[in-house]
């Protein structure tokens, strides 16, 4: 916990900051973050996540998680631990509140937003509305061994597939980039290209497509004139395509080797982590979200934008990537820009609902 010596006003801001991916201990948070806060006046809570720091598993190594239901358990204690700190600022006279990350800790924030009944700042940087797309689509997607999680899928089917049945994909399925492998790039059903379908849905449908007899097709002319690598409308199209973002070869074949694990994954993450399946926030106007433009860790193509799922949230974007925004704190300034909302709370009279606490600002 870092606090000011001296408050500036009758108000003692507080703010909780939530770790992301590999930031074990407390010295980024603590001299990156939370420090610059204090001359605004601004406390800070910093909280080591469950598997990082002191309270990693011994056999554990780094930010490895031994089991993917480890970062459910992750997400679920630190909501039940930021209720329980909020709880107690309120007690011991802190607010106005609020709570923030970067990446990993970006969402784990918003989501123990949509949990606090109460006015709240939230400030998430570099996350988005859903970690689904970050395991199976972004770079983090490529460290995961899908072929043993195809295996793991294959041994007990019955139970997986009684699970795939009960979690719902929330977004439109075909509108993201893992939508789009050869294998099922082709115009789909009304009810399958529907929001809210079921792993199970999708697999059935995508294995049905797959044993399909092959038609031979013949390209005209006018196609093999426009995929010659001398037209210049081709050439333009690829060189607007960021290399990093390129799956490789190996991944995208690992990927179709394992589409039932990892379609599986999907509908499991969406369920768990869409921001759809959580409460809005008490006050949205409170809510500045930073996003990197060129995040090849958090992808948006076909994702729900927060602004939709949030109405009167703001939504920032900095010019560069996920890693270049987090190692060079591009994100971490405007963060520092965004947590000042603390140090003038928003007028009780503005807002539509009651507070059950009247002292909540004191």
Not at 158 to 180: H, Q, T
Not at 189 to 202: G, S, Y
Not at 321 to 330: F, T
Request: include cysteine; glycine fraction near 6%.
């Amino acid at each position: 916990m870092v606090l000011p010596l001296k408050w500036p006003s009758a108000h003692k801001p507080i703010c909780i900051h939530l770790a992301g991916t590999g930031d074990h201990y407390f010295w980024r948070r603590r001299n990156v973050m939370a420090k610059p806060l204090l001359k605004a006046g601004i406390g800070a809570i910093i909280l080591e996540n469950p598997y990082y720091g002191i309270r990693k598993p011994t056999d554990q190594t780094r930010s490895s998680v031994h089991y993917v239901t480890d970062i459910f358990v992750m997400g679920g204690c630190l909501i039940l631990e930021c209720i329980v700190l909020l709880n107690w600022c309120e007690q011991v006279g802190f607010g106005p509140l609020g709570v923030t990350g970067i990446s990993m800790g970006g969402h784990m924030a918003s989501l123990a937003a949509s949990n606090w009944p109460k006015p709240l700042v939230l400030v998430p940087c570099l996350s988005w509305s859903t970690a689904s797309s970050v395991f199976t689509e972004g770079v983090m997607s490529e460290s995961i061994d899908w072929d043993m999680l195809q295996k793991q899928y294959l041994s007990n089917k019955m139970y997986c597939e009684e699970l795939s049945k009960s979690c719902k994909i929330v977004d439109d399925p075909f509108a993201c980039e893992l939508g789009r492998t050869p294998d099922i790039a082709f115009e789909t059903i009304e009810d399958v290209t529907a929001p809210n379908v079921t792993p199970h849905q999708l697999i059935t449908f995508i294995n049905d497509i797959s044993n399909c007899p092959e038609i031979e097709y013949k390209p005209s002319s006018h196609t093999k004139k426009l995929f010659s690598s001398t037209h210049p409308s081709i050439i333009n199209l690829f060189k607007q395509v960021h290399p990093v973002l390129l799956p490789t070869k190996r991944v995208i074949d690992m990927k179709k080797r394992a589409r039932e694990a990892l379609w599986f994954m999907r509908g499991m993450m969406d369920e768990c982590t869409h921001l759809k399946n959580f409460t809005v926030p008490f006050d949205t106007s409170l809510i500045i979200s930073i996003c990197a433009k060129a995040d090849g860790y958090v992808p948006r193509v076909g994702v729900s934008k927060i602004e939709d799922i949030w109405p009167g949230a703001t939504v920032k974007y900095v010019e560069c990537g996920h890693v270049g925004a987090y190692l060079c704190s591009h994100a971490i300034d405007v963060t520092n820009t965004g947590c000042p909302i603390l140090i003038v709370p928003p007028e009780l009279s503005r807002k539509k609902k009651k507070v059950s606490n009247k002292n909540y600002w004191s």
